[in-house]
């Protein structure tokens, strides 16, 4: 009954920098050629919707529908969609996988070349399909946009996931649970029986360690400002903590090199900040080690590495997109992973709440309070 036509729903839309969201009646445009119209069924909190909420105008960008972890049930399609139809349980993924393009097909990268990932305001179009009740634009967020009842999403975007799956669980696998866990298992590829080390244990660290867990990892050293972090570590796999604030005279990557008699064979930076990142690599190990960097730092930040460790030592350092996966074809693998009770996603949901107490979602993520924070429409 409503396909093709403008859905009235609830938004929670991003007015300003830093302010909390506002509950709005918004108009939802039909979806265009290669795209589908997804009712959400839950979102969860990001630290990257924090990040771009807090961006002052510009480069912030406002008004805007924030939120990019979450699932739905598709509404309607658009022309041209054969993949998807209505009724389908899906994810919306910010990472495009159009799966014709060179990368696409490639089992080497995650990184289409159709549709190059960019925190564009638009669709892959360059328009938006949302409008509030004055006729003004909404921009959109991550090509997902899921703080609102209804988004439209390209299907280059979207993953058809089995039904069976909690949806306070399936949204977990948009972002920070696939990332973290995928970096382990995509990225680098850790080995049963390997030392690993992961600077920063927010929700992207623990998804880190339960994908080493998960691989076969005998050693997990977590590094955390707040040594609080350890014991809520251990359900995920840490098996040693080092708190960064008390090691005295000497550097993390020092008590790392000494702990694994010549570092970790798979080390993780999870804070976005360059210099964990040197630290990060400064305590991989010589010949194989490889260091993962997760954390997103400040636009601009440069990297500085020692010209003897990278040529002498031959250690790798990559860069991590979406953990290395690939949307259509890693995502319901991780969703069955979850069914067979392998990964564990219930451990990240601290906390559930309803669409109009979204804001305390930010809050409780700001306080340090909560790893995910589950919205249900
Ligand atoms: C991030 C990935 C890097 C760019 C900004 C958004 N993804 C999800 O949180
Ligand atoms: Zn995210």
Redesign the pocket.
């Known amino acids: 009954a409503t396909a093709g036509k403008p859905i009235k729903c609830r938004a929670a839309v991003a007015r300003r920098a830093g302010a909390p969201l506002v509950m709005e009646e918004v108009i939802v445009g039909p979806p265009k050629s290669d795209e589908v119209r997804i009712k959400i069924i839950c979102t969860s909190l990001?630290h990257?919707d924090v990040t771009f909420l807090n961006l002052k105008d510009p480069p912030g960008i406002f008004p805007r529908i924030l939120g990019?972890?979450a699932v739905g049930v598709v509404e309607s399609i658009g022309d041209n969609v054969s993949e998807l139809a209505e009724g389908d349980t899906v994810i919306p993924i910010f990472a495009p996988d159009c799966g014709e393009c060179t990368d696409c097909k490639s089992k080497k990268s995650n990184l289409c070349t159709k549709f190059p990932f960019s925190v564009s305001p638009w669709m892959h179009d360059g328009s938006s399909r949302f409008r509030d009740l004055n006729g003004g634009t909404l921009y959109h967020f991550l090509f997902v946009s899921s703080f609102t009842e209804y988004t439209v999403v390209h299907v280059a975007n979207v993953t058809k996931i089995d039904s069976t799956i909690p949806p306070n669980m399936a949204c977990l696998l948009s972002?920070?649970a696939s990332t973290g866990v995928g970096a382990a298992w995509r990225s680098a590829n850790v080995e049963p029986g390997s030392t690993v080390a992961i600077f920063g244990l927010g929700s992207i660290g623990l998804a880190v360690a339960e994908g080493a867990r998960l691989c076969g990892a005998a050693r997990i050293i977590g590094v955390d400002v707040n040594p609080g972090k350890f014991e809520i570590s251990k359900r995920f796999g840490v098996t040693e903590f080092i708190d960064s604030t008390s090691c005295g005279e000497k550097r993390v990557s020092q008590i790392i090199n000494e702990m694994t008699a010549g570092g970790a064979d798979y080390c993780f930076e999870c804070v976005g900040n360059s210099s964990i990142v040197e630290e990060t690599y400064a305590c991989c190990r010589k010949g194989w080690g490889k260091t993962v960097m997760l954390g997103v730092d400040k636009p601009g930040a440069q990297l500085t590495l020692s010209s003897y460790e990278v040529l002498h030592r031959g250690k790798t350092i990559s860069g991590s997109f979406f953990g290395g996966l690939k949307p259509k074809s890693d995502i319901p693998i991780l969703v069955k992973k979850y069914t067979d009770k392998e990964l564990e996603l219930d451990k990240f949901v601290t906390h559930e709440v309803g669409f109009e107490d979204i804001n305390k979602a930010f809050d409780l993520l700001l306080e340090g309070k909560s790893l995910r924070c589950v919205i249900w429409m």
């Open positions: 990001c990257s990019h972890e972002c920070g």
